[in-house]
T-cell receptor, first 114, second 113 residues
Framework: EPEVTQTPSHQVTQMGQEVILRCVPI?????FYWYRQILGQKVEFLVS????????KSEIFDDQFSVERPDGSNFTLKIRSTKLEDSAMYFC????????????FGNGTRLTVT | KQEVTQIPAALSVPEGENLVLNCSFT??????LQWFRQDPGKGLTSLLL?????REQTSGRLNASLDKSSGRSTLYIAASQPGDSATYLC????????????FGKGTHLIIQP
């Protein structure tokens, strides 16, 4: 069964550094998402991406964040200047028909900012 | 703004029991609701998606019900097994296609062998 894959599984970075989290969504899906989960807290929506542009972003997704689909398979989340509070598990997800169909999640990237 | 509450927060039962997980949400204008399972250190796996026009949806030993007007959904797990141990999350969907899901904090379920 097709899967959403994320790399790396764990990333450690210093405060102020830029990080890029990578995702390969399921190939015939059209809607792509990033979510994050701070340890012990709820899964939170960051951004949705459809037709090569951002469809919606949450209050969390400020100017430090950006997303890109550089080619036909990859979907990336960039954090420009990481803060301690960016430490979390970041999940990529994809779906055929947005919220109207089941979402498929990757196993996440654990980001630790020191 | 949609708020999702899941009760109980944690549950530990012996193997073989039937159990019910509860989810309530504040905005009843939803298109559907998904139930997910999350294993430790892993991503979320969609278990069931129940449309707003449906009352129930079944997959194997899992049955989800939805009472949209009262803002409630339940996930029923029949004949629980140790492999069912995980955190179960519900997420109602209110948006117009590409909008994000709102999650509850989940129910942490342990099935004792």
């Amino acid at each position: 069964e097709p899967e959403v894959t994320q790399t790396p599984s764990h990333q450690v970075t210093q405060m102020g550094q830029e990080v890029i989290l990578r995702c390969v969504p399921i190939s015939n899906h059209l809607y792509f998402y990033w979510y994050r989960q701070i340890l012990g807290q709820k899964v939170e929506f960051l951004v949705s991406f459809y037709n090569n542009e951002i469809s919606e972003k949450s209050e969390i997704f400020d100017d430090q964040f950006s997303v890109e689909r550089p080619d036909g398979s990859n979907f990336t989340l960039k954090i420009r200047s990481t803060k301690l509070e960016d430490s979390a598990m970041y999940f990529c997800a994809s779906g055929r028909a947005g919220g109207m169909s089941p979402l498929h999640f990757g196993n996440g990237t654990r980001l630790t900012v020191t | 703004k949609q708020e999702v509450t899941q009760i109980p927060a944690a549950l530990s039962v012996p193997e073989g029991e039937n159990l019910v997980l509860n989810c309530s949400f504040t905005d009843s204008a939803i298109y559907n609701l998904q139930w997910f399972r999350q294993d430790p250190g892993k991503g979320l796996t969609s278990l069931l998606l129940i449309q707003s026009s449906q009352r129930e949806q079944t997959s194997g030993r899992l049955n989800a019900s939805l009472d949209k007007s009262s803002g409630r959904s339940t996930l029923y797990i029949a004949a629980s097994q140790p492999g069912d141990s995980a955190t179960y999350l519900c997420a109602p969907y209110s948006g117009g296609g590409a909008d994000g899901l709102t999650f509850g904090k989940g129910t942490h379920l342990i099935i004792q062998p």
